[in-house]
């Protein structure tokens, strides 16, 4: 984003980004480039808003694209969805490299549907794209060779599945932030821990769960079938995982959830039965999600670095543009527990 120059009494940020005006508005960032196009299904207040933000931070609005004869100055993102805080901390991290490398930033969101998945290969193809991050993606191999057979680089991030040892990756130490959050629970004192991944077929989420059960298994404690829910990352996921460990006969005292929005979800399972967390049941969280500090009470999680993930896959994406050999294809960035309030020792007979 193209920072106007600073007038007085205005205060203009010059590394601003499309993701910084959509978290500040509360909005996601198709919505902050629908206003930007001109799109009529905004609400008019939700267009005053963002529209007062892009003014503030002093955003020029792109002028029409020239055709290319060859490939330019544009990269793409293809996402699974943007409809996240999770989602836009990697679309900032990614901005801003190519911000700084002088290129425009494509972004896709494809939402699991097979025709927006083969709309975007179809696209980044006739824009003359430099190349693509794909995050969240089931790559399949007809669409990996393609962009190879069109020497088209490209990165994923958290795929679907492992990639082959050729394919650039970035990803997170997910099976070690599993054995973090376990580990505390069980350093805390808890014995029936449960666990919420999502979906199964995801590589992160199943990192995740075979962490927290070599957790377990590293402490003497069994890894009891019961006590492991699938779902979504999202904040429903968690909620009906959670009412359903919380529904056993022989309930968890402390549940590690998969990520930050199915954390929310845990909390409002808890809720809904009058259990209080901490004292009644303990919940780690997974991301480290901006909101994590400000539920109630601060969510103890697992931080993702979610911004650099971004900022590495982007990294990556240049050198493979300009003709670098990558001496590791795959990195892997370090999680950590954050820990704050939602967790503590089980209550007597709680245990």
Known sequence: MTAAPETPGRTVSPRCTLGDIA?????????????????SDISPQTRRRIETLLTRYGYQRPRAPRRKTQRGDLIDLV???????????????????????GLGLVVSAVHNRASLTRRWLE????RGSQGAILVLSDLSEDQRAELQRRTLPFVVVD??????????SVGATNFS???????????????????????????????????????LESAGLPTDRDLVRYGNFQHGG?????????????????IFAGSDQQATGVYEAARLIGRQIPHDLSVVGFDDLH??????????????????????????LLRLVNGEHLEAPRIELHTELIHRNSTAPPTCGNS
């Not at 699974?80 to 700084?100: P, Y």
């Open 79 to 101: 996402i699974n969805e943007l409809d996240s805080a999770w989602g836009l901390e990697i679309l900032t991290g990614v901005e801003q490299v190519a911000e700084a490398a």
């Open 123 to 126: 696209g980044l193809i006739s």
């Open 291 to 316: 909101y994590a500090q400000w539920t109630a009470p601060p969510l103890t999680t697992i931080r993702q670095p979610l911004h650099e993930m971004g900022a590495s896959a982007a990294r990556l």
């Open 159 to 168: 795929g679907v599945s492992q990639p082959p040892p050729d394919v650039p």
């Open 238 to 254: 968690g909620l009906r995982a959670a009412q359903q460990l919380l529904a056993l006969p022989d309930p968890p005292t402390a």
């Open 23 to 39: 978290r500040e508005a509360n909005v996601s960032v198709p919505t902050v480039s629908k206003v930007l196009n001109g799109h």
């Open 177 to 215: 932030g599993g054995y973090a959050a376990a580990e505390h629970l069980i350093k805390l004192g808890h014995r029936r821990i449960g666990a919420i991944g999502g979906p199964e077929q995801l590589l992160c989420s199943r990192a995740r769960i075979a962490g927290y059960r070599a957790a």
